[in-house]
């Protein structure tokens, strides 16, 4: 069985993602494309991107806003509880938020690029 292009993990998946939208973005004119079709294709990267990020952030930032929660709930009462965790979450792309299924979008994208005659 061949193996899957996909990484499966979070973060090898963000670091595909961000070499995808590169590669694509400049190859995607010699073989094809139309700009429209590339705009699709980079704004499922770009947000596929974001949640990536975003949901990395908040992972990251979990276990202080759980401290937080119980020093602010539980607390001795006579301790200020100081100030809430930052969180450092990417601002969402520009561009409006694709419908559901970019990696079934983006998976076409990669199988039409491989097909396309000039591809290498």
Same mark, same amino acid.
């Given at each position: 069985m061949a193996t899957d292009y996909l990484p499966n993990d979070g973060e090898s998946f963000c670091g595909w993602l961000e070499n995808w939208k590169v590669e694509f973005a400049a190859v995607a004119p010699t073989l094809n494309f139309t700009a429209p079709e590339i705009t699709d294709a980079l704004a499922d990267a770009d947000w596929s991107l974001h949640v990536c990020r975003a949901a990395s952030d908040a992972s990251s930032h979990?276990?202080?806003? =759980?401290?937080?929660?119980?020093?602010?709930? @539980? +607390?001795?009462?006579? %301790? !200020?509880? +100081?100030?809430?965790? =930052? @969180? @450092?979450?990417?601002?969402? !792309? #520009?561009?409006?938020?694709?419908?559901? +299924?970019?990696? %079934?979008?983006?998976?076409? %994208? =990669?199988?039409?690029?491989? +097909? #396309? !005659?000039?591809?290498?």
């Open positions: 979990a276990s202080a806003w =759980v401290q937080f929660r119980e020093s602010l709930l @539980s +607390g001795d009462g006579n %301790t !200020p509880v +100081g100030s809430a965790p =930052v @969180s @450092s979450a990417p601002a969402a !792309p #520009a561009s409006p938020a694709p419908a559901q +299924g970019a990696i %079934t979008r983006i998976r076409a %994208t =990669v199988k039409r690029l491989k +097909g #396309a !005659p000039a591809y290498t």
